[in-house]
């Protein structure tokens, strides 16, 4: 069995120093994460002293949470709110669409144009030989 070392970070999360193991391509997201929360640590200081610090965890926590529901709720919104097509567009995709069939009529016309003309060269080739 092979066993793969992660590599680890020794970083501060509330003050605390811990050890942390992570996937290489994952370092900077967790480093940015370590900021975040501890950014909110601080933001908590007044609280410091006067409650425990799984108080504050706990508020953070709370609040981190509350911002991802957030986020999750905005983009939801915008998923069903999405126009499906703007009017304009509508009215370009009906012009393309008229378009495309003039084209195909067009397309037939000259087909038949074009065996007409053959007919006629094929008579006049014949009424020469007479």
Request: glycine share 0%; hydrophobic share 35%.
């Amino acid at each position: 069995m092979i066993v793969i070392k992660m590599p680890s970070l020794e970083v501060m999360i509330f003050n605390n120093k811990v050890n942390l193991s992570y996937k290489e391509n994952e370092k900077d997201r967790l480093i940015k994460a370590i900021e975040i929360l501890n950014d909110n640590w601080r933001k908590y200081s007044n609280l410091h002293g006067k409650v425990s610090d799984i108080k504050i965890a706990s508020l953070i926590s709370l609040e981190l949470q509350d911002s991802i529901n957030d986020l999750k709720k905005k983009i939801e919104y915008k998923k069903n709110n999405l126009p499906v097509q703007t009017n304009k567009e509508k009215q370009l995709e009906t012009k393309i669409d008229k378009l495309k069939e003039e084209l195909s009529l067009s397309e037939k016309h000259l087909e038949e144009l074009n065996n007409e003309l053959i007919k006629i060269k094929e008579n006049l080739i014949k009424y020469k030989n007479e």
